[in-house]
């Protein structure tokens, strides 16, 4: 926990404004929020298909009793 709150406290004044073109954040920023037949373009956004297959997935955790 040491370790994690110094490295943030040293990286914090050189954190990036522009993200490199490939990065999931510089494909954010490219493309925004934009959406093809229902399909957001750019990485990092949960449709509902996907919000759908994250709450089965907890759901089957639970009936086995992993978590």
């Given at each position: 926990?040491?370790?994690i709150?110094?490295?943030e406290?040293?990286?914090?004044?050189?954190?990036?404004?522009e993200?490199?073109?490939?990065s999931?954040?510089g494909?954010?920023?490219?493309?925004?929020?934009?959406k093809?037949?229902?399909?957001?373009?750019?990485?990092?956004?949960?449709e509902?298909p996907t919000?759908?297959?994250?709450?089965v997935?907890v759901?089957?955790l639970?009936?086995?009793?992993?978590?």
């Open positions: 926990m040491i370790t709150t110094v490295a406290i040293i990286a914090a004044p050189n954190l990036k404004q993200w490199h073109e490939y999931v954040k494909q954010q920023q490219r493309l925004g929020k934009e093809e037949n229902g399909w957001y373009l750019a990485p990092g956004y949960f509902k919000q759908g297959l994250v709450a997935f759901a089957i639970f009936w086995v009793n992993i978590i």
